[in-house]
């Protein structure tokens, strides 16, 4: 048996291995959605594909390498594997989420053994497909949502695929943003793999495959002690979305938690057939929320690793909006994502009662743009993604103006969306009074206005525009403001719209105003001092004030 001491120090090094290949996709990645907004992640896993250490970035994609790397070990036996293989794959009915998140896998050996993987995926722009930016809401199917890759190799034998590469640069709208993104996923690749052989110069392949084998077992034990320690209990709970992204009826998501000693199963019974639209939420991407709300819960301090994940049971009802069979289109799963990860936080509230928060902004108001470089006229496409706000809570006020949840994505800084697309930002503030009040309020939403210099033709979406489904106030605090896009022409015009895809021109604008978080206990229970201070701080207007403290 390893001891504690050199699991502790061993697994700090893999640690470390996984976070320097995030840093250098960040930092040699060509497009703003990797190397600014942070749409990426990296890990390290056993030969059998359980993670054992992850750079902790965006929780959507981390969760979702674990179910795709088994899944490359299906369709590619361990004896076919060789030293200096880099696989690619994408495709959201073989492991992974959605087409745009592009998987790559490299294995590490110690002579002729194979004693580790690395990986890491990468959110690109465009990957191909009906609209710009691959995303779609009113997808129909998978076909239309880009290139999917199969389990292939990129790289063979430290030989690339020359005419793989040319393939997929001719089959983007922006070819070297995406090229040069993948290099850059290659590049963090086949660094993890030298820092993996740089542990393996110093541990033998055995203590190192023990050390990986004793992490999992370390963080399967926790999980199971905290899930001890919580008295059984069950938890149910139901949200919806807006609508499927065709047609405007909502869309059911229900969650039944079941806690029995040390195992907890999760339950998505009940939830919609799947969508006809693209918002279907991909087997893979379901299980990586579910992997993130049982975490956080029970045990958000300790290390992420596959060891975490043995005690869940997770049901997933075939051909639902949480498990749709193929061909249905899954390229907008994030929307559906964020809104089961707010409906589980809602159910666990009945087994850990201190964990009870008012809803958070899940719409993940968004917008991807074809257009012309104002510089040397090359095809670009521009993305920028929004949060909002985090529900109020036991503890204080809700977190404003972030992206909760799975996503942990910034913003697109004005600076580069200026120099890069005929897209003017002007101005990013705080939503006044978009918060749901209480003793708590909840976090505010975002407005963000956007000018558009030239023609472009864009894809917009935002969810909870609908007031019923905004975010819920807890133990009797308010709802949160809607989320809501307007598109002023620029002769004036002005239409309301949610889900869309429309050519704008020159002049016209865009507001995006996201949802607020609900607020947590009775607003006639807030501080003066603190009602005082959000209207100081242009966060509550005083009419808002008046209306609801009566001050």
């Known amino acids: 048996m390893t001891d504690a001491i050199t699991v502790a120090v061993v697994g700090s090094a893999l640690k470390a291995v996984a976070g320097e290949m995030g840093d250098s996709l960040r930092r040699s990645a060509h497009s703003p959605i990797i190397r600014e907004m942070l749409d ?44 200096g293989d880099i696989f690619i794959g994408n495709d959201p009915y073989r492991g992974c989420t959605h087409t745009p998140d592009i998987h790559l896998f490299a294995p590490v050996f110690s002579g002729d053994r194979l004693v580790a993987w690395v990986g890491n995926l990468a959110h690109h722009t465009d990957i191909g497909g009906t609209n710009p930016g691959t995303e779609g809401f009113a997808n129909r199917s998978v076909y239309e949502e880009g290139l999917r890759f199969p389990w292939v190799r990129l790289v063979d034998a430290d030989n690339e695929n020359h005419a793989l590469l040319a393939y997929f640069a001719n089959n983007t709208r922006d070819a070297d943003s995406s090229l040069g993104d993948l290099r850059a996923q290659m590049a963090a690749i086949k660094l993890g793999v030298r820092r993996m052989q740089d542990l393996l110069a110093k541990y033998s392949p055995d203590l190192l495959v023990a050390v990986m084998a004793e992490r999992l077992d370390q963080g399967e034990r926790r999980m199971r002690s905290l899930l001890r320690s919580t008295p059984d209990g069950t938890g149910h709970a139901v949200g919806y979305l807006d609508n499927d992204g065709i047609d405007d009826q909502p869309v059911r998501i229900e969650v039944s938690l079941r806690l029995r000693g040390d195992q907890i199963t999760v339950d998505f019974s009940g939830t919609a057939t799947q969508m006809a639209g693209g918002m279907n939420c991909s087997r893979t991407a379901t299980i990586a929320a579910v992997i993130f709300a049982i975490k956080s819960a029970f045990d958000p301090d300790g290390d992420q690793t596959g060891g975490c994940l043995r005690p869940l049971d997770i049901i997933l009802p075939p051909g639902s909006a949480v ?41 993940f108001s968004s917008l991807a743009a074809e257009c012309k470089h104002p510089r040397n006229g090359r095809m670009v496409v521009m993305a920028d993604d929004l949060g909002g706000g985090m529900g109020g809570h036991a503890r204080g006020d809700g977190v404003s103006a972030v992206d909760p949840y799975l996503g942990n994505v910034a913003m697109l800084p004005m600076e580069i969306c200026e120099r890069q697309y005929p897209i003017r930002i002007l101005r990013t503030e705080l939503a006044e009074d978009s918060a749901g009040n209480g003793r708590h309020r909840g976090g505010l939403g975002i407005r963000r206005e956007y000018e558009f210099l030239d023609t472009c033709d864009v894809v917009f979406y935002s969810e909870q525009t609908v007031a019923s489904f905004a975010p819920w106030g807890a133990e009797g605090g308010q709802a949160g403001q809607p989320a809501s896009l307007t598109l002023i022409r620029a002769d004036g015009r002005s239409q309301t719209i949610t889900k869309e895809r429309l050519i704008v021109q020159a002049g016209d604008r865009l507001i995006t105003t996201t949802a607020g978080g609900g607020g947590w206990g009775s607003p006639q229970e807030r501080d003066n001092q603190a009602i005082e201070r959000d209207i100081a701080e242009g966060k509550l207007s005083r009419e808002r004030a008046q209306e609801t403290y009566g001050l």
């Not at 799963?333 to 990860?341: D, E, F, G, K, P």
Request: net charge negative; with cysteine.
């Open 40 to 83: 990426y992640a990296c890990a390290l896993f056993t030969v059998a594909g359980e993670s054992v250490a992850e750079d902790a970035q965006i929780p959507a994609l981390l969760g979702s390498m674990s179910v795709a790397l088994p899944m490359l070990l299906q369709d590619h036996p361990a004896e076919t594997i060789r030293p």
């Open 323 to 363: 498990n749709p069979a193929f061909p249905a289109a899954v390229s907008l799963r994030h929307l559906a994502a964020q809104r089961i990860t707010d409906t589980l936080v809602r159910a666990l509230s009945a087994i850990k009662p201190e964990f009870q928060v008012g809803g958070s902004f899940v719409g």
